[in-house]
């Protein structure tokens, strides 16, 4: 079986994790991982313990990376998976682009849809995210993450905590059976009106410990 987590990231930077997820969970959620929800709803049979069941195979199919290229210099990675979240939400194409370096981890994401529809992003740390300046900062003993929301224009960010149904024992590993327990937190920025065509862009910065976040704005290249 498999988590609702198609699409996520995860960002591993000077010693330590920095963007997270909550590990194996009583019951599968798609708010759980860092990748995207639309209308608030996620992947699959989001919320269930088999997240897969009942679901026809080629909705979860559909979902592939359609690019992929790694060097010294950086890596890059794209692909499509609206077709995941058919169950919940249908008729949505979504495409998300990476592109890391050893400091930065780029997050572009494309939504298209006959009907309009809200997207929220999502990412998890082990440490609370503060506001500082433009960014958003988790800052952890040995690193820090900054993450700075870029477009659209108006996104509302939440900061909160994670609270997840652990599945440690086997007695356990059933569904609604889990213990209720804080994993970490995790920072959510929603677009400001639902629209049939959105575009998230998305820089996640790894910081020394004690580093201030840089300034970072995003600019537009005419006619290139």
């Known amino acids: 079986?498999?988590?609702?987590?198609?699409?996520a990231f995860w960002m591993y930077s000077k010693g330590t994790f920095l963007a997270v997820e909550t590990g194996y969970t009583a019951n599968k959620w798609t708010k759980d991982h860092n990748t995207l929800l639309i209308d608030g709803k996620?992947?699959?049979?989001?919320?269930?313990?088999?997240?897969?069941?009942?679901i026809p195979y080629g909705d979860l199919n559909q979902a592939r990376i359609d690019q992929s290229y790694l060097c010294d210099?950086?890596?890059?990675?794209?692909?499509?998976?609206?077709g995941a979240y058919s169950k919940q939400v249908?008729?949505?194409?979504?495409?998300?682009?990476?592109?890391?370096?050893?400091?930065?981890?780029?997050v572009i994401d494309d939504m298209d849809s006959a009907a309009e529809?809200?997207?929220?992003?999502?990412?998890?740390a082990d440490a609370v995210f503060q506001p500082e300046g433009s960014a958003y900062v988790a800052r952890l003993p040995q690193a820090a993450?900054?993450?700075?929301?870029?477009?659209?224009?108006?996104?509302?960010a939440k900061?909160?905590?994670?609270?997840i149904l652990?599945?440690?024992?086997?007695?356990?590993?059933?569904?609604?059976?889990?213990?209720?327990?804080?994993?970490?937190?995790?920072?959510?920025?929603t677009q400001p009106q639902p629209a049939k065509t959105v575009q998230f862009v998305n820089l996640l910065v790894s910081l020394d410990k004690d580093e201030k976040p840089p300034e970072v704005q995003l600019v537009a290249q005419e006619k290139n």
């Open 166 to 189: 652990s599945g440690r024992t086997i007695s356990e590993m059933v569904p609604d059976k889990g213990k209720p327990i804080q994993h970490g937190y995790h920072l959510s920025v």
């Open 117 to 124: 529809h809200s997207l929220t992003w999502l990412c998890h």
């Open 42 to 54: 996620g992947q699959a049979a989001d919320g269930t313990y088999h997240n897969e069941r009942n």
């Open 90 to 106: 249908s008729g949505v194409n979504l495409h998300r682009s990476v592109l890391m370096t050893p400091r930065w981890l780029l």
């Open 73 to 82: 210099a950086y890596g890059y990675a794209s692909g499509s998976f609206g």
């Open 159 to 163: 900061v909160e905590p994670t609270v």
């Open 1 to 7: 079986h498999v988590h609702p987590n198609i699409g």
């Open 145 to 156: 993450l900054a993450v700075f929301p870029l477009a659209p224009a108006g996104l509302q």
